[in-house]
């Protein structure tokens, strides 16, 4: 099934009744579960993170302020658009703009134009 624009697989399990764990884990006749097409993307950074906590550490540092920048940029607010595909396009003009005001902090606007007509 498709929610939010997210691909999500549905699976049932009938084997439940058998199970020595039926209680603590459904109180249905079968199992239902509902897992994101990437779950397993998201699995292999959990353990990952597991095996090394300071590179959350790291991302903190390197990441989370531009981030914290573009969301400041947007007004601190949610998305104004819906659907994967056009909030990956609002998300995508955030960070031209964030890029473009950097490299303008950093080289001048006469600088800027300068790299970019070289």
């Not at 993307?41 to 597991?50: F, G, H, N, P, T």
Request: one cysteine or more; glycine letters at 8%; charged letters at 25%.
């Amino acid at each position: 099934s498709v929610e939010d624009g997210m691909l999500l697989h549905s699976y049932w399990f009938s084997g439940c009744q058998s199970c020595a764990m039926h209680k603590q884990c459904t109180t249905g006749k079968e199992r239902r579960l509902k897992r994101w097409e990437h779950e397993t993307v998201v699995e292999a950074v959990q353990i990952r993170l597991e095996h090394d906590p300071g590179k959350m550490k790291v991302r903190r540092q390197t990441v989370e302020h531009p981030f914290g920048t573009l969301k400041y940029g947007m007004g601190s607010t949610h998305f104004l658009t819906k659907t994967l595909p056009r909030v990956s396009t609002e998300m995508s003009l955030h960070v031209l703009a964030y890029n473009l005001k950097r490299m303008m902090s950093i080289f001048g606007i006469a600088g800027l134009i300068e790299a970019i007509r070289t």
